[in-house]
């Protein structure tokens, strides 16, 4: 159950069209559609900064906690729109993306004008630019925006953001992006650039990932130790946040609740291929790792991106773990 005053407030500012809180002064106001594990960090930040924020979820779990953290739910993404001067979309495709933005009761329907949809959900490149033409006739802008830095980084408020809309749309909505992000990156100026930019990036955190898932299955089978393996991967040329993040999952065995649900990976992989196709570039590694993940979420559907190793150890019989059994 939403709190009195928290219901009252946005409903006196729908009639109103202004902020009830600090005695009537207006603060700059943020929304969040899609409040899981990215979405509910981009909310966290959002309000440590001085943020009025206003968010959705279909989950109710997830409502009550943004509330407890001081957000202001709404019932409708409309109401999301109507209460925010840039509204973060976080949620899981192109077609969601496409229904909390552009529907009837969306997001754009309600904005006040010169406001910014900041769509930092992960989709097809073809869709984000469907978006931004949709836009092109209303006076809501769309800042095109994915990030990568998953579970900590939302929670963190230490994302990258690749961010495509034009450099004084940028220049405007820019702390509200600072809330979230460590680096915000310009990647260019029209829909679909940013989340083009994300396809490449995955690709080649899928095609890491999916290395190390088979490089440890290999030092299984041959008798290393998961920690020596650790160390020297950690601190030779290869060495890198990804595979030293998969890694220390898989020798601690670790293959849940992360954050970092092998779906999204799987999702991430299939926009990066669909890319390539409509371009014409062949794509070894990624459709590789494509077939590990595939696997992966097949076997372990509810689990997280290591578990992909899980699939491999079964064939060969065997597992890594830091130490090996005395």
């Not at 159950?1 to 006196?12: A, G, Q």
């Not at 997001?107 to 949709?134: F, H, N, Q, W």
């Not at 994300?198 to 190390?212: N, V």
Request: proline letters at 4%; glycine letters at 12%; hydrophobic letters at 45%.
């Amino acid at each position: 159950m939403v709190p009195y005053r928290k219901r009252f407030l946005i409903m006196e500012r729908q009639r109103t069209g202004r902020s009830m809180v600090n005695k009537g002064f207006q603060m700059k106001r943020a929304g969040v559609i899609g409040l899981g594990d990215m979405g509910s960090g981009l909310a966290k930040n959002l309000i440590a900064s001085g943020f009025e924020t206003t968010g959705l979820d279909i989950s109710p779990v997830r409502m009550d906690a943004f509330v407890d953290m001081g957000g202001l739910a709404a019932r409708s993404a409309g109401q999301v729109g109507a209460n925010a001067d840039a509204v973060f979309v976080m949620v899981m495709n192109g077609d969601q993306a496409k229904a909390v933005i552009l529907g009837k009761d969306g997001v754009a329907a309600s904005m006040p004008p010169g406001g910014a949809v900041i769509l930092t959900a992960t989709i097809k490149p073809r869709e984000a630019r469907e978006i931004g033409e949709a836009l092109e006739d209303t006076d809501v802008h769309l800042i095109d925006s994915p990030v990568s830095g998953g579970f900590p980084g939302a929670q963190g408020g230490t994302l990258t953001l690749m961010a495509s809309a034009p450099d004084k749309v940028l220049d405007r909505f820019e702390p509200f992006m600072r809330a979230v992000s460590a680096d915000i990156h310009r990647v260019g100026t029209e829909p679909g650039m940013g989340q083009t930019v994300k396809a490449c990036l995955q690709t080649l955190i899928g095609s890491i990932f999916s290395a190390t898932f088979e490089a440890s299955v290999l030092a299984a089978k041959a008798g290393v130790e998961g920690e020596a393996l650790l160390k020297v991967f950690s601190t030779s040329a290869a060495g890198c946040a990804c595979g030293t993040t998969a890694l220390e999952a898989i020798i601690d065995r670790k293959f849940e609740n992360s954050g970092s649900g092998i779906g999204t990976m799987h999702k991430d992989l299939t926009i990066s291929l669909d890319l390539a196709e409509e371009l014409e570039v062949p794509m070894y590694m990624a459709a590789t790792a494509m077939q590990i993940f595939h696997a992966g979420k097949s076997r372990f559907p509810d689990g997280d991106n290591w578990a992909c190793t899980k699939v491999i150890e079964d064939i060969v019989g065997v597992e890594l773990h830091r130490k090996r059994s005395r």
